[in-house]
């Protein structure tokens, strides 16, 4: 049938001379639109379901295949660290080129043709015996593994130590933990609630509908560690002698430990930035690593809890509550 533009000033055109008017029920069609709707509606949930159920199909399997993110995921988001609640721009590594002059520097001064290849190069927090934490360069070539404390305020390069990746003979990646006798996680949590309680009560405005929450006990139940880390040894399983063991200058302990660097839980660090602050990525390249230097005598890779052997820990509680590991602006003062 041709169609034909017509107005309302135009005569009837011949082909409505046979016409017939119809009046339909308009419930009817009024039921049947709403039926339509229904059914494609309950076609699009169905479809959203499905679409949910092999979204978290698929989920379920990355965790299965990653335990320490699984594991990641379920911690809670309030670490125990020296940086909870911290600002990015308090560090003095997160300004901006500081970390790659850093490492372009340490590069040229301790990487040469001896010791193989730059492989990759973070910025990480190490875990001395004595559990006191400290901003570190890491640097990761082909035959060693080289430590270094760099101050991010002068810009120099401090101190390193070389680790040959030949005489690593175990590493253990997993979750930070204390001993079960270990008072420092109820420490924690007592200084937690203690510092929470004074900052509702002083530091922020008094609300009476806050005057609930100015007291909560759960802020004083025990915290343990929730972070994970990375731990290496050369020590081929032996224990550590009197002397080392309880020397807290000793610099001849047999493993390091590290985990990740604060600037990684800031808002303001980007993502290309939190790749060199992330303990996760230098385990992923330090086992590639490792695998090709003791091909002879493989090194034994565990996946269980890192133990840290802190059972009062007074002295380091102050000092990783205070950061005095890390280049920081505090106050009127910066060291």
Not at 299 to 314: A, S, T, V
């Amino acid at each position: 049938m041709a169609m034909y533009d017509t107005s309302l000033d135009d005569e009837p055109q011949d082909y409505f001379n046979n016409a017939t008017l119809r009046i339909s029920d308009v419930r009817k069609q009024k039921n049947a639109l709403s039926a339509d709707k229904s059914s494609t509606a309950n076609q699009s949930d169905n479809s959203s379901l499905f679409s949910l159920d092999i979204a978290l199909a698929d989920e379920a399997k990355a965790g299965a295949k990653s335990p320490s993110s699984s594991s990641s995921n379920a911690r809670p988001k309030d670490a125990v660290m020296p940086w909870s609640g911290d600002d990015a721009s308090t560090f003095f590594a997160s300004r901006e080129g500081f970390v790659k002059r850093a490492i372009d520097e340490c590069s040229k001064e301790l990487v040469n043709d001896k010791i193989g290849k730059l492989l990759g190069a973070w910025l990480l927090t190490e875990i001395s015996l004595w559990d006191n934490e400290k901003e570190r360069l890491v640097l990761l070539t082909t035959d060693e593994l080289i430590i270094v404390k760099y101050d991010f305020i002068a810009l120099k390069m401090l101190d390193s130590k070389r680790v040959p990746l030949n005489i690593i003979d175990t590493v253990i990646n997993g979750d930070l933990v204390y001993p079960s006798g270990s008072i420092v996680p109820r420490v924690n949590g007592f200084t937690n609630g203690f510092s929470h309680f004074v900052k509702s009560c002083v530091f922020k405005p008094y609300q009476k509908e806050e005057s609930s929450r100015v007291l909560d006990l759960k802020e004083f139940e025990a915290r343990p560690r929730n972070a994970t880390g990375v731990r290496a040894m050369w020590n081929n399983g032996q224990p550590l002698d009197f002397l080392t063991k309880w020397n807290a200058f000793s610099s001849d302990v047999p493993w390091f430990t590290v985990t990740s660097h604060p600037l990684l839980r800031c808002k303001e660090t980007t993502t290309e930035e939190k790749k060199l602050y992330c303990v996760d990525n230098f385990y992923a390249e330090f086992v590639k690593a490792l695998e090709l230097v003791t091909a002879l005598t493989p090194c034994n890779i565990q996946h269980k809890p890192i133990l840290l052997e802190n059972y009062i820990g007074l002295t380091s509680l102050i000092h990783n509550k205070c950061s005095l590991g890390f280049f920081k602006i505090r106050g009127k003062f910066s060291f």
